[in-house]
């Protein structure tokens, strides 16, 4: 056995070269800590740490699930949504109510016929354009 000595103290050569490799890739944050960092109660230090973590894209994943976790505990926004749904079916009742009581803004026109100015304007536009085609 490979014996490393420093100033802090003799350590096996094994224990030396975890170490090492364990210290290039960051230890994940505690679960609580990202709580935190959601919330927004976190120091430079802790935001740091968390940055670092997150450059390796397999640690997304777990972050993204605590995230879903935080936001389903922590729901942003809670929206009384029964009063907006009684105004809505009320304004909705009200415009029924309106409409049954209004004359439609649209004219019925009638399909044939009858002879209207536009008719007669269509009949009278064709003849010109047949004396016209026709040369005389």
């Not at 990202?34 to 935001?47: E, V």
């Not at 907006?84 to 044939?112: M, T």
């Amino acid at each position: 056995m490979t014996i490393y000595s420093s100033a802090y103290g003799v350590y096996p050569l094994e224990f030396v070269v975890l170490k090492m490799t364990t210290e290039a890739m960051p230890e994940p944050p505690p679960k609580q800590l990202l709580f935190d960092f959601f919330a927004g109660k976190c120091t430079a230090l802790q935001k740091q740490w968390i940055a670092d973590w997150l450059k390796e894209p397999e640690n997304r994943v777990l972050y993204y699930q605590y995230l879903n976790e935080w936001e389903s505990q922590h729901p942003q926004y809670r929206a009384d949504v029964q009063p907006a749904l009684d105004r809505f079916r009320a304004a909705v009742q009200q415009e029924q109510i309106e409409a049954d009581l209004e004359p439609s803004p649209f004219v019925a026109v009638s399909q044939g016929g009858s002879w209207t100015s536009r008719s007669i304007w269509f009949w009278a536009a064709s003849v010109l354009l047949v004396l016209s085609i026709g040369g005389i």
